[in-house]
């Protein structure tokens, strides 16, 4: 954040902000770059005439992120296969914690900017209507339809039947064992019927392009895996909660760094999202051992 001596506000309310950038953006290079820019705001504003910091700084955040969106839907526009955001870790810190999950990322990306705002700061973020009205520039009434219409297409995207961390990590245990030794058997019994497979490529890396879309087709697409598998073993990372999903990091054949996160209800394994784009990956590429 520049050469100049640390701001301690800013400091303290930076993870919030980036946070809040990323659930609006769903990239974390572009929320740093949209907090790097707040951040140079904040320093050039009058801070005496400024009464709440935090809400000045999610104005800031919330509109420059609104401009950003505008180039990001063309960029989506022309993307090659299914896009998902870039995974994240949760945060240990209770208060930068929140419940939305890939599944209700990819839901929010199918709302209008303004929707996707209003929801956000709302009904996540917990800011009354008023400062949602000044962060968006729209009426207060305006911003709680907004928000009213987001939680009405979105319901369907929340958990239904949350999983606990530890239970949800075994089940990512048990799925990264089976699929990778070629279990089949295993596997199956962990999988719904309604079982989908996301991948993300981004036209960089072998991907599947299109979703893979019930049990039969998710059982083969794994038989031809584990033959891959079998000659170019996975190397675990690490097991961790992905965007609110139990999951966990590889490295697969030809050095590709994976992602793979799985969305559970009752003790199955309902959706699998792996990213593999290495444009998305760079901030966890860089923290993995030799």
Not at 110 to 129: I, K, N, T, W, Y
Not at 170 to 176: G, N, Q, R, S, W
Not at 238 to 259: K, R, S
Request: proline share 6%; glycine share 6%.
């Amino acid at each position: 954040m520049s050469d100049a001596p640390p701001d301690p506000i800013f400091s303290e309310l930076r993870p919030r902000l980036v946070r809040l950038a990323y659930r609006m953006l769903g990239s974390v290079a572009d929320a740093e770059d949209i907090v790097q820019n707040a951040w140079l705001r904040w320093r050039g504003s009058d801070h005496a005439a400024v009464r709440e910091p935090a809400a000045f700084l999610r104005t800031i955040v919330t509109r420059l992120c609104l401009n950003e969106l505008k180039s990001a839907r063309r960029r989506r526009e022309s993307y090659v296969g299914s896009w998902l955001p870039e995974p994240i870790f949760d945060p240990e810190e209770d208060d930068a914690a929140d419940d939305i999950t890939m599944p209700l990322m990819l839901a929010l990306e199918r709302l209008s900017p303004l929707e996707r705002a209003a929801f956000l700061l709302h009904d996540v973020f917990g800011m009354d209507f008023d400062e949602v009205s000044s962060a968006i520039g729209r009426e207060a009434a305006t911003c709680r339809k907004l928000a009213s219409r987001a939680r009405a297409h979105i319901t369907e995207a929340r958990p239904r039947f949350a999983v606990g961390r530890e239970q949800g990590l075994k089940l990512a245990t048990a799925f990264f064992m089976a699929s990778r030794t070629g279990d089949m058997a295993s596997l199956r019994a962990l999988l719904s019927e309604d079982i989908v497979v996301y991948a993300d490529g981004g036209g960089k890396v072998p991907t599947s392009q299109r979703p893979h879309i019930g049990l039969s087709a998710v059982m083969l697409l794994h038989e031809q895996l584990a033959r891959i598998f079998r000659a170019q073993p996975s190397r675990l990372i690490h097991y961790a909660v992905i965007d609110g999903l139990p999951g966990f990091v590889t490295i697969e054949g030809g050095n590709v760094v994976q992602t793979t996160a799985l969305q559970i209800e009752q003790d199955k394994v309902v959706a699998i999202y792996c990213t593999r784009n290495p444009d998305k990956l760079q901030h966890i590429i860089g923290t993995i051992p030799d």
